[in-house]
């Protein structure tokens, strides 16, 4: 009787340690820790989303698994290019609506911040990759 419960124990031991102490998978922990930034991945047009979505990027890459983290890592290198590009010519994404604030800009710093736009434009193919494997993974949709 006592090996008969010291083998479940064990077999009970053995599978939390290797679904990782029974624990939610790490990527999937920090994509619905950051859903909410990510719903809407690059569409809305506020300095404050931006932010809050370039956070969560970076929180997932550090989590994604092998697999799917240079997708990650591509879409979070572009939004760091368009936020280097804001930052260097002190403006914010709604600023750019603004006439007055693009003409009183450096033609260096419009050129910039329209290559970091492409880039970030260029990465279509990572962005929907990485929404595909959140639903295959993690069974969350991003809207």
């Known amino acids: 009787m006592n090996r008969t419960a010291a083998g479940v124990l064990t077999g009970v031991v053995a599978l939390a340690v290797l679904s990782g102490c029974g624990g939610e998978d790490p990527y999937c922990a920090a994509v619905t820790e950051?859903?909410?930034?990510?719903?809407?991945?690059?569409?809305r047009?506020?300095?404050?989303?931006?932010?809050?979505?370039?956070?969560a990027v970076r929180s997932v890459t550090t989590a994604a698994h092998?697999?799917?983290?240079?997708?990650?890592?591509?879409?979070?290198?572009?939004?760091?290019?368009?936020?280097k590009a804001l930052k260097a010519a002190d403006v914010s994404i709604e600023?750019?609506?603004?006439a007055e604030v693009r003409r009183d800009m450096s033609q260096e710093h419009l050129d910039e911040i329209r290559a970091s736009y492409e880039?970030?434009?260029?990465?279509?193919?990572?962005r929907t990759a990485v929404v595909e494997d959140v639903?295959?993974?993690?069974?969350?949709?991003?809207?």
């Open 66 to 83: 092998d697999d799917i983290k240079d997708d990650w890592s591509a879409v979070g290198a572009a939004m760091a290019r368009v936020a």
């Open 135 to 143: 639903l295959q993974k993690c069974e969350i949709t991003l809207k």
């Open 119 to 126: 880039a970030f434009n260029q990465t279509s193919k990572q």
């Open 95 to 98: 600023d750019l609506d603004d």
């Open 34 to 43: 950051n859903k909410t930034a990510l719903d809407g991945f690059g569409t």
């Open 45 to 55: 047009g506020t300095q404050a989303d931006f932010t809050a979505e370039t956070k």
